[in-house]
């Protein structure tokens, strides 16, 4: 996080949010308007964990088979032979990948889900481990579509970055004059370290009375009046992979319901779906987390 820190100034809170996000082994949306550094900051996690990654910038004549790769047939061994597409990589990232059309977007279902590809009826792993670092630009900018909900139910978190502030921005001016940032990173892990990272997060202890606390907020987003789809078990699941990452991170063998509480806004904010009440409200998909949050009840440890 302190390499990737180098290029991505003032942004702490996300470069760990995204840190969570893979530890947890799930994948991650940058929703923002161009040239805040959503790009560099997967570049620069990719070069902090010597991770090998393919980058696609997804335009609306790219096509499923630029991801999932294809079958060619080769003259000399009268056979068809695979070509590997852009998604065998350890670190893939999807440029605005909302400006590309549903068929292709599509092509990256399964192998977010499963970690597999399947072409022409044979199914073949992608390399371990395997992150999606997916940019989109805002609904609304010149030739995007939005993301269907089974499309976004696949990234683990949904993140913001925002403009830096004026300082952060100072610094980010002066430091360009002089080196490109990303050079400055420096390969602190590799990919099969990096595996024992999310194993050992995998195994950290979630109490039963912590998981009835992520169900309850799982639940308050299904009966919430503004909301018209709530999170779903994959949701669920999410806020708890993410829960024991974040006590990872913290240095923990176990759960808190701090950890939950720090998670659950970028687990659930892109897994809501708000009525149109809540537009006229301006009850945004972020705020209702935040009412949830504050109205359900933390558990806290019985004395004794």
Do not use: W
């Amino acid at each position: 996080m302190q390499e990737v820190g180098k290029v991505i100034l003032g942004k702490d809170e996300c470069i760990r949010q995204v840190m969570t996000a893979i530890l947890a082994g799930g994948h991650v949306l940058i929703e923002d308007i161009p040239g805040v550094g959503k790009t560099s900051m997967a570049l620069a996690f990719a070069k902090a964990m010597s991770l090998k990654q393919n980058r696609v910038q997804f335009t609306p004549d790219v096509l499923p088979s630029d991801i999932t790769g294809f079958s060619m047939y080769i003259k000399e061994t009268e056979k068809f032979m695979y070509q590997p597409g852009a998604v065998m990589c350890n670190l893939f990232l999807a440029d605005e990948i909302n400006r590309t059309s549903a068929k292709t977007q599509s092509a990256l279902l399964e192998v977010m889900e499963e970690g597999t590809v399947t072409v022409d009826g044979v199914t073949r792993k992608v390399p371990d481990p395997f992150v999606v670092i997916a940019t989109e630009n805002p609904i609304g900018s010149a030739g995007t579509q939005m993301l269907p909900e089974s499309q976004l139910d696949r990234f683990m978190i949904c993140i913001e970055m925002g403009y830096p502030s004026p300082e952060d921005e100072m610094e980010i001016l002066m430091a360009q004059s002089d080196i490109r940032p990303l050079e400055a990173v420096c390969a602190v892990t590799d990919g099969a370290e990096l595996k024992k990272m999310q194993e050992a997060t995998a195994r950290i202890f979630v109490h039963p009375t912590i998981c009835s606390y992520i169900i309850e907020l799982v639940n308050a987003t299904r009966r919430h009046e503004l909301v018209t789809l709530g999170l779903s078990t994959r949701g669920a699941l999410a806020v708890t992979k993410l829960a024991k990452a974040n006590a990872y991170i913290e240095g923990r063998e176990y759960v808190l319901p701090e950890d939950v509480v720090k998670v659950f806004p970028a687990a659930a904010v892109h897994r809501l779906k708000t009525s149109s009440k809540a537009g006229m409200n301006h009850g945004t998909a972020s705020k209702i987390t935040q009412e949830i949050l504050a109205s359900v009840k933390q558990p806290r440890p019985e004395k004794g």
